[in-house]
């Protein structure tokens, strides 16, 4: 199968505090963002999407950027709480069609800091 | 309410048996349905495509003959581990995705073979 790297990175953020993780992606050509959440032992949730034809898009307490130029993603979460604590992975969809498939990024472990 | 439902959320077996996972849709009927695996603090591998009323489509490095993928209506597709091994030990998770739909991810299996 295909993904992208194997270890995990983390991130650790005191509660209230702005978060923001990172991804880079492969394929230039890619047309369609996700970024999910995974708490343990759970399937990943969607946050949020984006599509190539913008830069940014915002959702409630999130934001995501998208960087073409440089095949670069981001996540903002405004006034990070616990329940915020969890891995994030981006994925990105090559064709932009929902019913195919999406490749993950690595993950980022994100801990909240009461 | 959930989108997706898999069984069973956790299973132990003995290796050499055969492992049935199943993966229904609940709002929406899934034209096409995935399968992922995820070992332990490592991204989603998608394994297969799966396609109702067709064979399903399987990643590089995939042995369709290990797992076999059956999607025999638009709410219903399984996944059997055959001859299971402690190696295929992991976190399967299905996702599903209609017609302007975002893949939405059932809360996946754990599968511990001993």
């Known amino acids: 199968g295909e993904?992208?790297?194997l270890h995990l990175p983390t991130l650790s953020v005191q509660e209230g505090d702005n978060s923001i993780i990172n991804c880079a992606?492969?394929?230039?050509?890619?047309?369609?963002?996700?970024?999910?959440?995974?708490?343990s032992g759970k399937g990943?949730?969607?946050?949020?999407?984006?599509?190539?034809?913008?830069d940014k898009r915002q959702g409630q307490r999130v934001t995501v950027l998208l960087n073409k130029t440089v095949k670069h993603l981001s996540l903002q979460i405004a006034a990070t709480q616990p329940g915020d604590s969890?891995?994030?992975?981006?994925?990105?969809?090559?064709?932009?069609?929902?019913?195919?498939k999406v490749i993950f990024g690595p993950g980022?472990?994100?801990?909240v800091i009461p | 309410g959930a989108v997706?439902?898999?069984?069973?959320?956790?299973?132990?077996?003995?290796?050499?048996?055969?492992?049935?996972?199943?993966?229904?849709?609940?709002?929406?009927?899934?034209?096409?349905?995935?399968?992922?695996r995820q070992f332990p603090k490592q991204s989603?591998?998608?394994?297969?495509?799966?396609?109702e009323g067709s064979k399903a489509t399987y990643e590089q490095g995939v042995e369709k003959d290990k797992f076999l993928?059956?999607?025999?209506?638009?709410?219903?597709?399984?996944l059997t581990v055959t001859s299971a091994h402690p190696e295929d030990s992991s976190f399967y998770i299905c996702s599903v995705t209609g017609v302007n739909q975002p893949q939405h991810f059932g809360d996946g299996t754990r599968l511990s073979i001993l």
């Open chain 1, 86 to 100: 969890a891995v994030y992975f981006c994925a990105e969809n090559p064709t932009g069609t929902s019913y195919d």
């Open chain 1, 108 to 111: 980022t472990s994100l801990s």
């Open chain 1, 44 to 54: 990943p949730q969607f946050i949020i999407d984006i599509r190539s034809n913008m």
């Open chain 2, 4 to 36: 997706v439902s898999q069984h069973p959320s956790w299973v132990i077996c003995k290796s050499g048996t055969s492992v049935k996972i199943e993966c229904r849709s609940l709002d929406f009927q899934a034209t096409t349905m995935f399968w992922y």
């Open chain 1, 25 to 39: 992606y492969s394929n230039s050509a890619s047309d369609y963002f996700i970024w999910y959440k995974q708490e």
């Open chain 2, 69 to 78: 993928i059956n999607h025999a209506s638009l709410t219903l597709s399984t």
């Open chain 1, 3 to 5: 993904s992208v790297g």
């Open chain 2, 44 to 51: 989603l591998m998608l394994m297969a495509t799966s396609n």
